[in-house]
């Protein structure tokens, strides 16, 4: 997979992100595109935005880590039409502009801070993750949606 940490593959990402336009279809899924970059955003946001988000209590992180950790920041590509947690589901209506701004600082705000700024930091659902997890995690959803919209 690609390491979004790299200035170049970060590049790459925000030139595709780009190429969409409020009117880009999706090729499958239910979000259009103004709501996908928003459902992008919440990645982020989890990660910067503490107080935003509660913690799972210990029995559901538990579950998460066992069963789901894997699934999302493993290296196998997110399935089409996948299952999302709760609130990363995006129902209401976005704007583009404001969700495509936001999605491309957020990158470049992770790009520039690098990946050893989150490896001490202990994620909510997952606890501590690798180097390689953090990529995924981004990297991997980010892509995802990208291919979602056909970009």
């Known amino acids: ?19 969409l336009t409020p009117k880009t279809e999706r ?22 935005e503490n107080g935003k988000f509660p913690k799972p209590n210990a029995f ?35 704007d583009f502009e404001k969700e495509k701004t936001r999605l491309i600082a957020y990158i470049l705000k992770t790009q520039k801070n690098g990946v050893e700024v989150l490896l001490p930091r202990d994620t909510k659902s997952f606890g501590k993750l690798t180097e390689d997890e953090w990529n995924n995690l981004f990297h991997k959803h980010i892509d995802h949606h990208l291919a979602q919209f056909g970009v």
Request: aromatic letters at 12%; a positive charge; proline letters at 4%.
């Open 1 to 19: 997979m690609k390491n979004i940490f790299k200035k170049e593959v970060a590049q790459e990402v925000i030139d595709r992100i780009n190429n």
């Open 27 to 48: 090729l499958w899924g239910k979000m259009d595109v103004a709501q996908m970059l928003a459902h992008l955003n919440i990645q982020y946001e989890v990660v910067y």
């Open 60 to 94: 559901v992180r538990f579950m998460l880590k066992t069963f789901v950790k894997n699934k999302v920041v493993g290296s196998k590509p997110f399935p089409r039409n996948g299952r999302t947690a709760p609130y990363f589901v995006i129902a209401d209506t976005r």
